[in-house]
């Protein structure tokens, strides 16, 4: 049944109370005082400790303290001759199941020993079901999470309650390679040492393993793929400084697999946020998207007293090329137009279709010096270039560029957009192919505009 630990300094009693507790099929070990008792305690496990009251040198309530600090899932059946309730009372506050009076019956003491067993169970069961809830809950918030930064934290935090490791890695694939997703308990530079190492090691890996000669001061490192049954997604990696819990794996594979599923989703949104914010015919951003960043551009800008710039342009008699080559034709060359402006404004600067044969360059970090030499790079390239080669054509194209700058022009998006769509008006007014800068007096384009080209 149980294995129990009597402890009381009558010896008539250890053998009485042993014989009533034998009979009820529970093993019994009988010691005479708390220092064998804690002897015994620290040679084997015990479900339950009964021990008297008064014992010689200590009493009971010493051998239920030290039984419940050391060992807390072990239940302690209080017995004493004093017939007292303040005893009674400090017994159970101090953590005891139950507390008898002598004389004690045989039926009173195996019932008191089976109720506290009983409520031992109870209390791992409940603790395991909480676990086991906790773990679910975990779960289904990485799952959901759609965010990259608020993935890496819930994954993390998760990762830690549930395994008890002192710091966390996460892999996430990128086509054929992996890159650092995110990390915590590990400093900067030992994230940084570590993430090349991992990424080489975990790039063909497909199953749980334990890793050694890494360079870091833990004696246990797992690493456990991130796989929802499509494909392996990315790598979890534990650092633990002792033995890790024998639960690690389950609990591990359990939630790398909704990790791999969020790594998946995540994916998945980027794509369908991706196709919200591209124009359908030249794969740039749209007017949707430019909208968005200039809301963050110009907070940023705010925040940071910095400085952005946007150039607005309009093609030159773009009409005139629908008209003679047809709109497949004008099509194709607004796709190469857009690839002309990509190749002249840096990887961090945003291209826009603004709609028709209008642009929009956001430069991030440019005051309007830079803007005007950027802008006329832009007119000169596009005079430069012929367009739609393959279709046996070297057509030649010009464009009016506008340019404004925050906080210079404006200090808000929209008043931003309309002195840089002014200030291009006013090339289409004049000579065109030219470039203007922004300023207070400038006409405002009619809405007919583009219907001349």
């Keep these: 049944m149980a294995r129990i630990l009597l402890v009381d300094d009558e010896k008539m009693a250890r053998t009485l109370y042993g014989d009533y507790l034998g009979a009820a099929g529970h093993s019994v070990t009988a010691v005479g005082g708390l220092e ?6 620290a040679s084997a496990p015990f479900d339950a400790v009964v021990t008297d009251l008064i014992l010689p ?57 089976r109720r506290a067993l ?20 975990m779960g289904q918030r990485i799952a959901t999470t759609l965010d990259r930064e608020r993935l890496t934290l819930t994954a993390c935090s998760a990762l830690e309650g549930q395994t008890f490791a002192s710091a966390v890695m996460l892999l996430m694939r990128d086509g054929f390679s992996l890159r650092l997703h995110g990390s915590s308990g590990l400093q900067p530079e030992e994230v940084a040492t570590l993430s090349p190492v991992l990424a ?29 049954g499509e494909g392996v997604h990315g790598h979890i990696v534990l650092f633990f400084s002792s033995a890790p819990p024998e639960n690690v794996p389950e609990v591990v594979g359990y939630l790398s697999r909704h990790y791999a599923l969020a790594l998946r989703n995540m994916g998945r949104f980027a794509e369908v946020e991706d196709l919200a914010y591209m124009d359908d015919l030249t794969h740039l951003y749209n007017t949707r998207y430019l909208h968005m960043v200039l809301d963050r551009e110009v907070k940023s800008a705010q925040q940071a007293q910095t400085c952005f710039s946007l150039l607005f342009m309009d093609l030159d008699h773009f009409k005139a090329v629908n008209d003679t080559h047809g709109h497949l ?54 005079e430069s270039h ?16 506008g340019v404004a700058s925050f906080p210079e022009h404006a200090r808000d998006k929209m008043a931003l957009l309309d002195m840089a769509d002014r200030a291009m008006y006013r090339g289409k007014r004049g000579t065109r192919n030219v470039v203007y800068m922004a300023a207070m007096d400038l006409e405002a384009p009619p809405a007919e505009r583009k219907a001349a080209g």
């Design 57 to 113: 040198g200590a009493d009971g309530m010493e051998v239920l303290r030290y039984t419940k600090e050391r060992y807390p899932g072990t239940e302690v059946v209080v017995i004493t001759g004093l017939d007292k309730v303040d005893p009674a009372v400090r017994a159970i506050k101090s953590g005891a199941a139950e507390y008898l009076v002598k004389p004690v019956a045989p039926e009173a003491l195996q019932h008191a020993v």
């Design 386 to 401: 012929r367009f739609t080669p393959r279709e046996g054509l070297a057509l030649s194209l010009t464009t009016c560029v």
């Design 36 to 41: 064998e008792a804690q002897e015994a305690l």
């Design 200 to 228: 080489s090691q975990l790039r063909e890996v497909r199953t749980a393993r334990a890793l050694e000669g890494l360079p870091c001061s833990h004696t246990h490192v797992l690493a456990f793929p991130a796989s929802d």
């Design 329 to 382: 034709v004008g099509s194709k060359l607004l796709v190469e137009v857009g690839r002309v402006l990509k190749g002249c404004v840096r990887d961090r600067d945003v291209v826009v279709r603004y709609g028709g044969d209008e642009y929009v360059v956001l430069l991030r970090g440019t005051d309007s010096g830079g803007a005007l030499k950027v802008a006329e790079r832009i007119r000169r390239t596009m």
């Design 118 to 137: 009983t409520t031992r169970d109870l209390l791992r069961e409940n603790a395991s079901l909480r676990q086991y809830v906790s773990l679910l809950e």
